[in-house]
Structure formats: structure tokens, C-alpha cells
């Protein structure tokens, strides 16, 4: 399975490496999401997804983390970086399924 990440997926990995970076981002980082191509997707049906050759983040590191909702359910949404890499995007909620829209996805601190 491989696809180009959509664009909803690309801009909701850019809000959360905008205000959930555990680092500032570099221009290159930001500039490579466009063409991440999302090659698994996670087993249990969320929409996580995960890109480059490895499927997963299981030896990446957490890169950038905010909270969002969907449709009124809070969710925590993880960008996953392997080397200069992004890896993966992960959704993490018990009460929603899907993507959460980008303008939802605040830094922990914000109201």
C-alpha cells in the first residue's frame, strides 16, 4: 500500500509541528510533507498512518504532540520522526474515530 498523503492529512501534520514541536522544525521538515507518501496504516482502523519504508514508528521519536477534537471528542495527535524523517501521524482517542480538522489542534497551554 502506498498513496500520497492528502491534503487535509498534510496540513493537519503541519499544525501539529507548529504548535506541538518538541523542537522547532526546520524549513527542510516542514517542506518535505507534501510529498510524504503514506505507506501503512494502523491495524486496529484509526486513521493513523505512517510513512517511508518502515510502517510504523516503533524506533522513532516523538517529534511534535497537541491536543484536538473531532466532532466534539478530545484526541491527542503525534508526529513520529525517524532520523531527519517524518514517520508517522498518529490519532489517539477512545470516543472518536477519523481525522481531526487541522484548525482544532491546540498547544497544551492554550485555552
Known amino acids: 500500500m502506498s498513496r500520497p498523503i492528502s491534503h487535509q ?17 526546520g524549513p527542510a521538515l516542514i517542506a518535505s510533507i507534501p510529498a ?3 505507506t ?14 518502515d510502517g510504523d514508528a516503533t524506533v522513532g521519536h516523538l517529534l511534535a504532540e497537541a491536543p484536538a477534537s473531532i466532532d466534539g471528542a478530545s484526541v491527542a495527535v503525534i508526529v513520529w520522526s525517524q532520523g531527519d524523517a517524518i ?8 470516543e472518536a474515530s477519523g481525522l481531526p ?9 492554550d485555552p
Do not use: D, H
Open 87 to 94: 514517520a508517522g501521524l498518529e490519532i489517539i482517542g477512545y
Open 36 to 38: 510524504l507518501s503514506v
Open 40 to 53: 501503512a496504516t494502523c491495524r486496529c482502523g484509526c486513521a493513523t498512518i505512517w510513512f517511508g519504508p
Open 101 to 109: 480538522g487541522p484548525l482544532s489542534v491546540t498547544g497544551y497551554g
Open 9 to 25: 492529512e498534510a496540513k493537519l501534520v503541519a499544525r501539529v509541528l507548529a504548535v506541538g514541536a518538541k523542537v522547532p522544525p
